[in-house]
């Protein structure tokens, strides 16, 4: 009874994996025809950085959605047709926005956005120095009052 | 007295940045299209109802127009049909159905079913004019003034709050034209 059980067990586990397996292959990018080494380079890192705006928090390289296979289907056509990475940002970003890309643009209203970390860690390094001089000439007195 | 209410401050700012990013996120889901105020991109589409005619975008120009993209396959275009049949009724500018992404059979079994309240229908198997279009994800609704120029998009269904906002705005475009 027992090994029946474990026959069973065993049997449900194996057609699990091997189903999982199946479902791993899936991976929603097709499979392209490249002239170099480099244009699918560039394919796979534009495609990362490329936003699934159907589903905002993917990139198209791993999204199932229909437009996602659309915009890699153009990424691919760009590339082959010879287009610059420059330019296909460009193509997407006139028709999508910068959210299309998850790196935004260095421009005018994101000044705060790159620059914000730096002006933060300013102040702190200020208000720091600021405490640590404080503090230096608060034991200093002390000291002095002791002698 | 003021190093104790130093980190309070800090806190209260905090929570207001906080709240205030609580109140703004469902617009952070709606992407600004960068195509407002540029020319209308060019086209070349038959129609839903005839495979062999063909319109482009000289063809819509002379008069403002509403672009609606819908596809048989978007639960939400359903939901925003009763508004659409009602806007085709009350404007007197062009209802232009953009059938996004959709089979020819099912998209005229929809209509069949639900009314069709547009003057008529662009068909775009492949996406090409959305994606020209900065669409991504059906219902969208675009306002085209009378000389091609994007005026407006209206991103997934019309809702009754928008609605009459969406009329207004057809209304001025089509004083505009009026009076141009």
Known sequence: ?147 | MIRMLLPFGVFLGLVILLLTGLQTADQRQVIDSPLIGRPMPNFALPTLHDESATVARVDLLGKPFVLNVWGSWCPSCRVEHPLITRMGREIESPLVGLNWKDERSAAMRWLGQFGDAWDFHLFDQPGSLGIDLGVYGAPETFLIDHTGIIRHKHIGPVTAESYDDLIQKIRELETEAATS
Not at chain 1, 7 to 36: K, N, W, Y
Not at chain 1, 112 to 123: F, H, T
Request: hydrophobic letters at 40%; aromatic letters at 8%; proline letters at 4%.
């Open chain 1, 1 to 147: 009874m027992i090994r029946a059980f474990l026959a069973v067990l065993i049997l449900t586990l194996a057609s699990a994996s091997a189903s999982g397996q199946i479902t791993q292959s899936e991976s929603p990018i097709e499979p392209r025809d490249f002239a170099s080494q480099t244009q699918e380079d560039r394919y796979r890192s534009l495609i990362g950085e490329v936003r699934c705006t159907v589903c905002q928090n993917e990139p198209i390289e791993s999204s199932n959605a229909a437009l996602a296979a659309d915009l890699r289907e153009q990424v691919y056509q760009q590339i082959i047709d010879g287009r610059s990475d420059f330019e296909i940002r460009s193509y997407l970003r006139d028709r999508y926005g910068d959210f299309v890309l998850y790196n935004p643009p260095f421009a005018g209203h994101t000044l705060l956005l790159w620059l914000g970390p730096i002006v933060l860690l300013l102040i702190g390094l200020i208000i720091g120095g600021i405490l640590i001089r404080h503090r230096r000439k608060m034991l200093m007195e002390r000291s002095q009052a002791a002698q």
